[in-house]
């Protein structure tokens, strides 16, 4: 079973991909922050990071550039309600898997995180 680490800082996005999530047998570790969630990385080793941009404390790029720093092979997928083609093309020039704009097409989210674990075994 892969492990998915899911970063918002909203509850109700966290809950709402956590209950996705668990109900395709991932198993879920949830953060509400930039810190809390390299923290979760380095200690819980998931495969996919579902990221969102706008956190406080460490916004979701500078997350994603320390998760790449640590282990390039997490796979990170960017999940943000802001449509900013610049951020986007960043995030993927940094590593990022995929850049899913909220709200979320769950069939699209599913499939991108197939490819994910398929290209990570």
């Known amino acids: ?13 966290v809950d709402l991909l956590k209950q996705f999530l668990e109900r395709k047998n991932y198993a879920v570790v949830t953060a509400s922050d930039g810190l809390e969630a390299l923290e979760n990385v380095r200690q819980e ?5 579902l990221l969102d941009i706008w956190m406080p404390s460490k916004s ?16 990170v997928i960017m999940v ?27 069939d699209y989210l599913e499939k991108a995180l197939w490819w994910k674990l398929q290209l990570l075994d």
């Not at 998915?4 to 109700?12: G, K, M, Q, S």
């Not at 979701?60 to 796979?75: A, F, P, S, W």
């Not at 943000?80 to 769950?106: H, N, Q």
């Open 45 to 49: 080793s998931p495969k996919v990071v």
């Open 80 to 106: 943000t309600g802001v449509t900013d083609e610049e951020i986007g093309r960043a995030a993927l020039t940094m590593g990022a898997f995929d850049y899913i704009i909220k709200p979320f097409d769950f």
């Open 1 to 13: 079973m892969a492990k998915i680490l899911v970063v918002d800082d909203d509850p109700v996005i």
């Open 60 to 75: 979701g790029l500078q997350v994603l550039k320390e998760i790449k720093e640590y282990n390039k092979d997490i796979g």
